[in-house]
């Protein structure tokens, strides 16, 4: 985990880097600044980890700031942000300067450079790992943790699944939907007891952190096979793709299932649908970059994942069908048919007449 401070004199600037830094799992905002000097306000400036700061702003140069945080804290890496790309040569004077960004900075160039930091922060190593594609199971050294109550197991789901602070009325609404606010209320402070006291045990401690009625899980030092999946997902989506045999091949791995498809976690149901699609979109790719340069045993194997991740698209059974009958595997085509019938079936309906078509022609090819 990364924990980021925002430094430009133009709000709207600092609103956009926060919106996009939000996105990723492993960045922890720990404040934003228009005036440089509040960065002293902080009481221990030995946990910022990156800087993301405005060369240009009233007052202040961001090149001498830049070099007197880094005569004092050197392990804090700085990312300029600018206007004006006439800055770049003299940017890399510093050692501690990683990256210069020209406005408007767009996503997938943030996503790069906040890649490269992610990949490079030693806190990734951790006795404390996350499962979240199909059961939700957490370990530590290897053991599953064992979770005082469901409900504390839960809200430990929840405050993960947030990228940003949230309410509490929220958190009282998404796990205690059924019961009144006193009495959610009361619910919910006995689980967080409990939640940070299971963590202090592990030896981590102030793991949850409060800003009024707000919370947020704010622990820096875990693995989790979501943060994985989406870094790859998101390097896969840049334009030219970011790694893509290894990302392929990370996705294709640590899909087992559906976030969180085990748990009967209504508020995680959006999420589950929007990585549905995406895994799904990204296998597509895949399978079809191996079908037009004739690997077709590696393009099964990116359709059968297909089918695993979303089972009613009855497109990738067709695909697949035909991947067979040209493989010559026309019993592995037939099964594939009346799973593809079963599965409709359950939903009222019979396979289209392309399918069908070529169910029979696979019937004729088979006597």
């Known amino acids: 985990m990364l924990n980021v401070i925002i430094i430009d004199d133009e709000i709207h600037a600092i609103k956009l880097v926060e919106h996009y830094l939000n996105e990723i799992a492993q960045v922890h905002i720990l404040a934003r600044f228009q005036d440089p000097l509040q960065v002293f306000t902080i009481d221990d400036l030995s946990k910022i980890d990156v800087i993301f700061l405005d060369i240009e702003m009233p007052g202040v140069n961001g090149f001498e700031f830049a070099k007197e945080i880094s005569e004092h804290h050197e392990k804090i890496k700085i990312v300029f942000v600018t206007a004006f790309s006439q800055y770049a040569v003299g940017a890399f004077e510093l050692d501690t300067v990683v990256d210069y960004l020209v406005k408007p900075i767009s996503k997938e160039r943030l996503l790069k450079t906040m890649n490269r930091l992610i990949k490079s922060d030693k806190t990734c190593d951790s006795d404390l790992a996350i499962s979240c594609f199909g059961a939700f199971e957490a370990y530590y050294k290897g053991e599953p943790i064992a979770w005082k109550t469901y409900k504390v197991k839960e809200l430990f789901a929840y405050l993960l699944h947030q990228h940003t602070p949230v309410d509490r009325l929220k958190i009282f609404d998404d796990l205690w939907p059924e019961l009144p606010d006193e009495k959610a209320k009361v ?58 045999e290894t990302n392929y091949e990370t996705i294709l791995s640590l899909y087992k299932g559906a976030y969180l498809e085990r748990e009967d976690y209504h508020w995680s149901f959006h999420k589950r649908e929007e990585l549905q699609q995406s895994v799904h979109t990204c296998l597509l790719t895949r399978a079809s970059q191996f079908m037009k340069s004739g690997s077709l045993e590696q393009a ?57 078509t070529l169910y029979k022609e696979l019937m004729r090819k088979k006597s």
């Open 187 to 244: 619910n919910f402070h006995t689980c967080i007891s409990l939640l940070r006291k299971a963590f202090r045990e592990m030896g981590y401690d102030h793991v949850i952190k409060r800003t009024g009625s707000q919370y947020q899980f704010t622990l820096t030092t875990y693995q989790s096979d979501i943060q994985t999946i989406e870094w790859a997902l998101a390097e896969l989506q840049q334009e030219p793709p970011v790694n893509s």
């Open 300 to 356: 099964v194997l990116y359709f059968q994942k297909m089918i695993e991740v979303n089972p009613t698209v009855e497109e990738t059974y067709y695909q697949l069908m035909n991947l067979y009958l040209q493989l010559d595997k026309k019993i592995e085509a037939l099964k594939l048919y009346s799973r593809l019938e079963a599965t409709l079936e359950e939903f009222g309906l019979e396979p289209s007449s392309s399918s069908k």
